[in-house]
């Protein structure tokens, strides 16, 4: 894989110009289903004006959550700030770009189901209130040997820890060609290392506006997975694939800026945070069991939110403490911002920054404020201490996740109709199908038993 600097893209004619100077062959035209799957096609580099201008068509009947076969026309319109050369994709010497698209319809209005207008569409009611929100991701995941995990069993490349050097860690060099390739398609790369379970590592990338870092998870995920094929690996952001050791999550710091100043900061409180950041946090608060539906959105995820490992599965905040859904960075002024600790890098980015934008949003609005923050290890209080204080609990599976969902009418905004629709009938049918399977647990618990 030849190295080479990020193309800056900002127009229609840089495009034009890089697909020129850069010898590219072939577009690969992205976007995602309402479940986060990549979906792409993939055009000659010849139709990038046709492209460019929204009139390719496919066929949305056949993505799911889309539509009905018999209203199944739907058209791409690429996003020229998303253009990008995948670095090691090449093919006789000829390279391929790629371009995430927003979905239309045949009558040239944004398609309500793509889940891409779904957070533009809550980002536009933040703006109206004078708010941009920025995010900064930490995404994690497993990386397992790739023979053994299409039979369905997960083999661990190393037993190295939390921050491990090589040679325990055996997958450095495979961590290391997924920064550098995220660097040549323009990530700022923040830090990457091994996290606390065997296989399991942590890359974060700078904050971006919503839309833009939900762009940035998606191609993340596609990377990586990219990556560790080539070494004979597989990559998976499944939140709980080993039994015993710590999940993979994907913490978001979150922070509102308006006119250029961060809306989280104000110098003159005791804990330097504004009114309006402790009216987000009691917004989320307020929605986190229905936001829970989409940001931990697998039957997996309920089993990575147990106590043990580092998982929060309480609905509190805190300055220093770990074990609540949110936390308080110690850093201030621009930098002031919250940490949702609950969401799992499964979850479809579009919709769970859109409902979690929705819900501090809604926070704001009412003028809602947070109970006082818990400091001390929420773990260790008896249920008693937890009632007394008014402490609940995040949903503990996933049916327990869409009942609340459908409950919440402001999150069921968050997502329109159509996807939440859509949405709670896939999650349905998930949850009925993993009720009716007999595991191994169970034959090696009961089969001689009884």
């Known amino acids: 894989m030849s190295s080479m600097k990020p193309v800056a893209v900002k127009t229609v004619e840089d495009i034009k110009a890089a697909i020129r100077d850069m010898n590219i062959g072939t577009i690969s035209l992205q976007f995602t289903d309402i479940l986060g799957m990549v979906k792409h096609v993939e055009i000659p580099a010849d139709q990038i004006d046709k492209a460019l201008a929204g009139e390719l068509m496919f066929d949305g009947s056949s993505i799911e959550g889309f539509v009905r076969i018999e209203e199944s026309d739907m058209y791409l319109r690429p996003d020229p700030d998303t253009f990008v050369i995948l670095p090691w994709k090449t093919f006789e010497g000829r390279r391929t770009a790629r371009l995430i698209c927003d979905i239309y319809n045949p009558d040239g209005t944004p398609f309500e189901g793509d889940p891409r207008y779904v957070l533009k569409r809550v980002t536009a009611e933040a703006a109206e209130m004078g708010y941009i929100m920025n995010v900064g991701p930490e995404p994690e995941f497993f990386l397992f040997k790739r023979m053994e995990a299409e039979q369905g069993h997960p083999v661990s490349t190393d037993r190295a820890g939390y921050f491990d050097l090589a040679p325990v860690d055996m997958s450095e060099e495979v961590r290391a060609q997924i920064v550098l390739t995220l660097q040549e398609m323009g990530f700022e790369v923040e830090a990457a290392h091994h996290e606390v379970a065997p296989s399991q590592h942590e890359i974060d990338f700078k904050y971006a506006d919503a839309v833009t870092t939900a762009d940035n998870i998606v191609t993340f995920r596609f990377v990586v997975r990219t990556i560790a094929l080539k070494h004979g690996l597989h990559a998976t952001f499944m939140p709980k694939p080993l039994y015993g050791v710590n999940g993979s999550g994907m913490h978001l710091h979150l922070s509102l800026f308006r006119g250029g100043e961060n809306a989280f900061y104000d110098p003159e409180t005791p804990d330097q945070l504004s009114e309006v950041a402790k009216q987000f946090i009691a917004g989320i608060m307020e929605h986190a069991p229905a936001i829970t539906a989409v940001t931990n959105p697998l039957v997996n995820s309920y089993k990575r939110l147990v106590p043990g490992h580092e998982a929060p599965i309480y609905v509190t905040w805190a300055h220093r403490n770990r074990s609540p859904m949110i936390r308080i960075p110690a850093k201030r002024k621009l930098s002031t911002r919250i940490e949702l600790r609950s969401p799992d890098p499964s979850a479809n980015p579009y919709l769970a920054l859109a409902v979690t934008l929705k819900a501090g949003l809604d926070g704001i609005k009412r003028g809602l404020m947070p109970p006082e923050p818990v ?56 949850w009925e199908v993993y009720q009716t399977q007999v595991t191994p647990w169970e034959l090696q618990e009961y089969l001689m038993k009884y």
């Open 375 to 430: 400091e001390g290890n929420i773990y260790r209080m008896s249920a008693a201490e937890r009632k007394e204080r008014g402490i609940a609990s995040l949903p503990g599976s996933l049916a327990e996740a869409i009942q609340a969902l459908e409950q919440d009418p402001v999150i069921l905004e968050a997502l329109g109709r159509h996807v939440a629709s859509h949405y709670l009938e896939a999650k349905k049918i998930e």
